[in-house]
């Protein structure tokens, strides 16, 4: 298998090609360091079967040679990153997601697209199904991502009845694990690093609304299983275990142990209430399910955020294209 992961310097997108190589896979990771970092995916640069390219997506993406799958997980992904850059994101969701798809067309490949449980908005149907259109705010602060991720889906439907490219959409529920940034401003890296500090973790509102957290390695298998597969989607993958923000920021104190303090804060705008996969189709047509308990996966996020890993300066590559605009590989470490 060779497999373009773009997106793939990020939080999610590192696992993934960690994993892939794992499995025998070569991969081609594509990454423009928006919101990824290079220190991600170092100790993979050493091997053979790993490509590290910087690239901007919206742009042309000509990779040499056969390519079996294209996973496209490039996009900012925690609201205070798509706020922050709203141009970026949209552009990401419409022309990034295009050049992927064309990618994959042209190499005859599969592609998979890393959407989300944000296309279903502040959801007035609990648990979320697939066949669930949403409640989405076309011009709210998360519209940026909501309406790129649905472009997103509804460019790849279309690729898929009118080019026959065989793709898949994936709508990720919150995944968490090693590799966050402390500074992403989600929830979990956040009250990791404020409980780490011994300082308040900031819940916001009364902490009563609800999240679903998955950890990354059951992601990654479902990823997986999606592209090994040729079913179009959507599939949720997410953990089906529903906790309130509160329950969430307490078990990260008391797993940390440093005895910190909650404090609320001011609930952002269009913060969607209430949030929970229905996994039954990736269970049914996948075979998935996620195995890992959230205490557990909480204890192997905050040993690595122990680590100091997070705080870690970001090891900058040049930042300028390769000026024939082809696939020159990033040098390795050391090089
Ligand atoms: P991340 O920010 O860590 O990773 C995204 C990566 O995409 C970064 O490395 C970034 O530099 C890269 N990128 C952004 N724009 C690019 C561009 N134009 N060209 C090339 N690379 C670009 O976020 P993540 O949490 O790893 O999320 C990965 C994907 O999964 C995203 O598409 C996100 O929408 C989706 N997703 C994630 C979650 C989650 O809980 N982590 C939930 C739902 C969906
Ligand atoms: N949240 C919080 N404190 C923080 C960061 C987030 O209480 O420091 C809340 C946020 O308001 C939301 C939930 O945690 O209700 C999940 O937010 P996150 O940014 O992790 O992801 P979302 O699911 O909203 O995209």
């Known amino acids: 298998m060779r497999v373009v992961v773009a997106g793939g310097a990020g939080f999610l997108g590192s696992h993934l090609c960690e994993r ?3 499995d025998g896979a070569e991969v081609i990771c594509v990454d423009n360091f928006l919101t990824g970092r290079p220190e991600n995916v170092d100790p993979l640069r050493a091997r053979d ?3 590290l390219l910087r690239r901007d997506v919206t742009g042309p993406v000509d990779i040499a040679g056969p390519v079996d799958a294209v996973m496209h997980l490039a996009s900012p992904a925690s609201p205070v990153d798509y706020q922050a850059l709203p141009l970026e994101t949209l552009a990401v969701g419409a022309w990034g997601t295009r050049r992927l798809l064309e990618l994959a067309r042209r190499k005859g490949a599969r592609f998979v697209l890393a959407s989300t449980s944000e296309v279903y908005g502040d959801p007035q149907v609990h648990p979320q199904p697939e066949e669930y259109w949403g409640h989405v705010n076309p011009v709210g602060p998360r519209s940026m991502y909501d309406e790129a991720k649905r472009f997103a889906e509804a460019l790849t439907t279309a690729h898929r009845t009118t ?3 065989r793709t898949g959409i994936v709508r990720i529920f919150n995944t968490y694990g090693p590799r966050m940034r402390a500074g992403d401003g989600r929830a979990v890296p956040t009250f990791i690093a404020q409980a780490l500090r011994g300082e308040p973790l900031t819940v916001a509102g009364d902490g009563s609304q609800t999240r679903s957290l998955c950890y990354v390695d059951d992601l990654v298998d479902g990823l997986l299983r999606m592209m090994s597969g040729e079913l179009a989607g959507p599939v949720n993958i997410g953990n089906p275990h529903e906790m309130t923000i509160l329950e969430i920021a307490r078990l990260v104190a008391r797993l940390c142990g440093t005895g910190a303090p909650i404090t609320f804060v001011p609930r952002p705008p269009d913060d969607p209430t209430v949030r929970r996969p229905d996994i039954t189709r990736a269970h ?10 959230v205490r557990d996966g909480l204890a192997r996020t905050i040993a690595w955020f122990r680590t100091g890993a997070e705080q870690s300066p970001a090891a900058r590559v040049p930042q300028q294209e390769s000026p024939t605009g082809t696939d020159a590989p990033i040098g390795r470490p050391g090089s």
């Open 20 to 22: 892939l190589l794992a």
């Open 49 to 51: 079967t790993f490509r």
């Open 163 to 165: 080019h026959r490219t």
């Open 284 to 293: 049914q047509m996948l075979g998935w399910q996620p195995r890992v308990d």
